[in-house]
């Protein structure tokens, strides 16, 4: 059509622009791309130019034009004040001219004295007598002398003109300006540097803290942290996710927007998503299945979830890797930099045994791991060397019978000061001083660290707390109640005691996970 068409797209409330905008640069015309050859004759021989170089080419055929027209211009300038000079000699001596024109019999007799008595060149004297003697006489010898000057000093700029490239350069570009304000109109188009910059997803996702639910029921989402009211110890808690009978909250982590998730099964595989591809939800919303977003097999659990930067140049460190079994393997974190939508193996594991802790860890540190019957053993990170990908590990703990690996945590090697804080099943928590716990070797039964009763149940989760990091915890039961406690609210208590209660479960219900912050 040669008449104008708007388009106008109207956007529902919460849209994002900038989105929309980015679908059109991709899906349509709005923004276009076109590929050319520039091909010219350069000293006779066809050439693809790039644009610089064409430019140049231009420039160079521009210089040889105005050398040419100006070398042109002076030939003739200079022939017209040779003239002018006869005329000049001419006129100073009109009289006698005249004289010698008339006693001429022909015209190249009166050519040939002129050219003797005045030493004339045949230009001169031709132009001489081309003109008729009334003309001749009636020249003012003032007007010619003027038109000399201007000759002469034409020259003279012409002569300077030939002899500075500078100048030849300046006077292209004039030409050139002239050029566009006779004949240049506005461009229709915008040449912008370095195109239209179209956003990723990601850049228009705002970098911030999200707190990450995950259910044993494979429920995921992210949402606000500050949506979890503090409470006082031994409160009810509050009903955190529309969840099914039997689902409850395994994994509870902060993280930015633009990290990277790793989540690490009990089968011992580990896959890879972005934080901000999980959906947003409210405290009370149960999210999206987890097999959206990974491609986990049929009875395959998420035990551990690690954010880690985007960028694989500043990933640092290793990872801790504890099975139920008491089995610990270090492995680079680099590793898992970039790992395939179908996930990688991160441990190989013996029949029956499972992953249950997946930490980050580095030089120096030190390593806790707790058993559901209350034990607890603490080494160097030293006494783990680093293995490959598909390795299976070394014996971390020794297990009586009937015991398993409920907590695997790292002691980082600036703590000063901190606590294990451990659960039980029915609600039952305390503090214990990390001073308690000596460095041991590896592969030991450990020490007690915490008394089981028929009150308390068995320990059912544990975390390393450091003395001013974090300030309050997280409790979560396996009918979703969640409570809030200041740390401070939790008693600090030797080993081989209970605790007391944390938070007052309903009936049939038990403690399944807790975070700190």
């Known amino acids: 059509s040669t008449k104008d068409i708007r388009i106008v797209i109207d956007l529902k409330n919460g849209s994002q622009p900038q989105k929309i905008l980015n679908a059109l640069y991709k899906h349509t015309q709005l923004e276009d791309t076109f590929h050319f050859n520039i091909v010219a004759l350069v000293d006779g021989v066809p050439q693809t130019l790039s644009l610089?170089?064409?430019?140049?080419?231009?420039?160079k055929h521009r210089d040889e034009v105005v050398r040419r027209r100006t070398a042109y211009e002076l030939a003739k300038a200079e022939e017209r004040e040779h003239i002018l000079l006869g005329l000049v000699k001419a006129l100073d001596h009109i009289d006698k001219v005249i004289k010698i024109i008339r006693a001429s019999k022909t015209v190249d007799d009166a050519r040939v004295s002129l050219m003797k008595e005045f030493k004339l060149s045949v230009i001169q004297a031709n132009a001489i007598l081309e003109m008729r003697l009334?003309?001749?006489?009636?020249?003012?010898?003032?007007?010619?002398?003027?038109?000399?000057?201007?000759?002469?000093?034409?020259?003279?700029?012409?002569?300077?003109?030939?002899?500075?490239?500078?100048?030849i350069l300046a006077l292209i570009k004039s030409e050139l300006e002239a050029i566009k304000e006779k004949y240049g109109d506005d461009r229709r188009t915008k040449v912008v540097k370095g195109g239209v910059k179209i956003l990723s997803v990601e850049d228009m996702v705002p970098e911030e803290d999200n707190a990450i639910v995950l259910t044993s029921g494979g429920y995921i989402k992210r949402t606000n942290p500050d949506e979890y009211k503090r409470q006082k110890r031994g409160g009810v808690g509050v009903v955190d996710l529309d969840t099914k009978e039997e689902d409850f909250v395994t994994n509870f982590l902060t993280a930015s927007t633009h990290d990277d998730l790793l989540f690490f099964t009990d089968k011992g595989k580990a896959y890879q998503i972005k934080m901000y591809e999980l959906p947003e939800g409210k405290r009370a919303t149960r999210g999206k299945s987890i097999m959206n977003f990974i491609a986990l097999s049929e009875g395959e659990v998420v035990t551990s979830v690690l954010a880690q930067p985007k960028n694989?140049?500043?990933?640092?460190?290793?990872l801790s890797l504890v099975t139920a079994g008491g089995v610990i393997k270090k492995v680079s974190a680099k590793s898992f930099s970039d790992v395939r939508s179908s996930g990688i193996i991160a441990i190989k594991l013996s029949p029956g045994d499972r992953l249950v802790s997946v930490e980050s860890i580095e030089k120096g540190d030190d390593v806790s791991i707790v058993t559901?019957?209350?034990q607890s053993i603490r080494f160097k990170e030293s006494a783990i060397r680093e293995m490959g990908r598909s390795a299976g590990g070394v014996r971390g703990i020794k297990l009586a019978k009937g015991d398993a690996v409920v907590g695997a945590h790292v002691i980082r090697s600036n703590v000063k000061s901190g606590h294990l804080l451990v659960i039980s099943a029915n609600g039952y928590g305390k503090q214990t001083e990390l001073g308690e716990y000596k460095v041991q070797g590896r592969g030991g039964s450990g020490i007690l660290t915490s008394k089981i009763?028929?009150?308390?149940?068995?320990?059912?989760?544990?975390?390393?707390?450091?003395?001013?990091?974090?300030e309050e915890v997280i409790a979560i039961s396996k009918k979703s109640q969640v409570v809030r406690v200041g740390i401070k609210e939790i008693p600090v208590l030797g080993r081989q005691t209970q605790g007391v209660?944390?938070?007052?479960?309903?009936?049939?219900?038990?403690?399944?996970?807790?975070?700190c912050f």
């Open 501 to 515: 209660r944390i938070m007052r479960l309903r009936e049939g219900d038990s403690i399944a996970t807790l975070i």
């Open 312 to 318: 694989a140049k500043d990933i640092t460190g290793s």
């Open 52 to 59: 610089k170089s064409v430019l140049t080419e231009f420039i």
């Open 134 to 167: 009334q003309k001749l006489a009636g020249l003012e010898r003032q007007k010619v002398l003027d038109e000399l000057k201007e000759v002469q000093a034409f020259i003279k700029e012409m002569k300077e003109l030939l002899a500075s490239p500078k100048k």
């Open 372 to 374: 559901k019957l209350g």
């Open 453 to 470: 009763t028929t009150k308390t149940g068995p320990v059912i989760t544990s975390q390393v707390v450091e003395d001013g990091e974090e």
